[in-house]
């Protein structure tokens, strides 16, 4: 994100939840920075390591408005992979 305008660069709509610290969330973006939000902004029932998307919203013009929007898909894919790497470790240990 811009840090002067807002705006959402090309490529940086997509999000982790890394972890809560009290009243923030940290988001990590795909080139790795993190990203601190207050944690109202992110959905309830995201939890660490769900994906996020952001959709950003102008209204003429005004200010840009962002709103993080959970995507199952992408967060069940994602520990999926996990689940099968750890499975893949496990027998290799055997």
């Known amino acids: ?5 807002g705006a959402l660069p090309s490529g940086e709509r997509r ?3 890394e972890r ?7 988001l990590i973006l795909q080139d ?12 309830a029932e995201a939890g660490e390591g769900d994906r996020l998307v ?3 919203h ?3 013009e005004g200010p840009v408005q962002v709103r993080f929007v959970l995507d199952r898909e992408a967060s069940e ?3 999926r992979e996990v689940r ?9 240990g055997k």
């Open 32 to 43: 790795g920075r993190g990203l601190d939000v207050p944690r109202e902004w992110v959905p």
């Open 1 to 5: 994100m811009n840090e002067t305008t």
């Open 54 to 56: 952001a959709e950003a």
């Open 84 to 92: 099968e790497q750890l499975e893949r470790l496990r027998r290799r």
């Open 77 to 79: 894919a994602a520990r």
């Open 15 to 17: 999000f982790v939840v």
């Open 58 to 60: 102008a209204a003429g």
């Open 20 to 26: 809560f610290e009290g009243d923030l969330a940290v």
